[in-house]
């Protein structure tokens, strides 16, 4: 093998190590997950992440499916894409961000279903303040107010650990996915609160951002974790000292796909009070509600209660 061979083939681990780490992080899974789901050594797994794996295909394919991705898809792939997607892809690509994301809402407007403003689902990481603005908001407009974590355990008749300890990533976004369609069949006005990694699922994201108007609710890494704490849980920080770095890792990764929502309402350092009203303002269509910036602290007294 040539210099040059060995070099291609290092460079192909490399882009392959960082791949699995990306998708990974956007879904949410610890290596210890992704193992487990896998039949893959987190040892193993360690390596391939670092670029130093030369991992078996059948190995790859299990990692693939763990995470459920196309084994193309790590590799780069042309097999069973067609010329279109091909002129597509190659078209889209030579767009700077602002005209993707135009070239994305006409895609939406001509070839999805038809938006129905009068669901409202909102999307984020857990601590941010989705349930207290979704609880609260469905109450003054009168209608229900649907946890799909709720949803999937009924589907489910067990927690979502169990679920996932039985089932895996896997089992659980059958669920998730089957629980999402039986809420949009059976409500046409709501407030849907979903999980903070249904963005890592693109086809469940597309259906929300086709039939709900979709509001990311987005706060600090810092700000996240400690609300998740103050709510009395400490799973964040036990045994993990890289716990905040691998929240970052998975912030970075699925805000791309959160900030396609209608409207972002970011409550850092924010008042319950403020907040809502940017939601407010967002659901009524006025420009306020997609600002990020105007929630601040300093506009409430004191004793108003936070997110």
């Known amino acids: 093998m040539t210099k040059t061979e060995t070099d291609t083939v290092e460079e192909l681990l490399q882009e392959l190590g960082c791949k699995v780490r990306a998708l990974r992080a956007g879904r949410g899974m610890t290596r210890k997950m992704l193992a ?13 992440e670092q670029g130093k794996g030369n991992i078996s295909i059948g190995l790859l394919q ?35 961000s602002d005209d993707q994301h135009r070239a994305l809402q006409l895609l939406y407007q001509n070839f999805s279903a038809r938006q129905d403003c009068s669901r409202i689902a909102l999307v984020g990481m857990r601590g941010a303040g989705k349930t207290s603005l979704g609880s609260r908001l469905a109450q003054h407009l009168d209608v ?14 067990m927690p979502v ?11 659980y976004r059958r669920l998730e996915e ?18 903070g990694s249904i963005v890592s699922e693109t086809g469940l994201f597309n259906v929300l951002l086709t039939t709900c108007h979709v509001v990311w609710i987005k706060t600090s890494p810092e700000e996240h974790m400690q609300r998740v704490i103050d709510q009395g849980d400490l799973r964040p920080m036990d045994s993990n000292v890289d716990a905040m770095a691998d929240l970052r890792r998975i ?16 409550t850092s350092g924010s008042r319950l009070e403020e907040s809502y009203r940017q939601l407010v ?26 997110i």
């Open 36 to 48: 487990a789901d896998s039949a893959v050594s987190e040892r193993y797994l360690a390596q391939l």
């Open 62 to 96: 299990r990692v693939a499916k763990a995470l459920r991705a196309d084994l193309g898809e790590l590799l780069r792939s042309g097999n069973e894409v067609t010329a279109e997607q091909v002129l597509i892809n190659e078209l889209i690509q030579r767009l700077d």
């Open 144 to 157: 229900p107010f649907v946890q799909l974590v709720t949803e999937i355990e009924t589907l489910g008749g």
């Open 161 to 171: 650990a169990e679920i996932l300890s039985l089932s895996g990533q896997d089992g």
């Open 178 to 195: 089957k629980a999402l369609f039986d809420v949009l069949a059976r409500l046409d006005e709501c407030i849907i609160e979903t999980g």
């Open 251 to 266: 912030l970075d990764a699925r805000e791309p796909f959160y900030a396609q929502s209608h409207a972002t309402i970011d």
């Open 281 to 306: 303002a967002s659901v009524q269509g006025n420009d306020q509600g997609s600002d990020s910036n105007t929630a601040n602290s300093n506009q409430q007294p004191d004793s108003a209660k936070r």
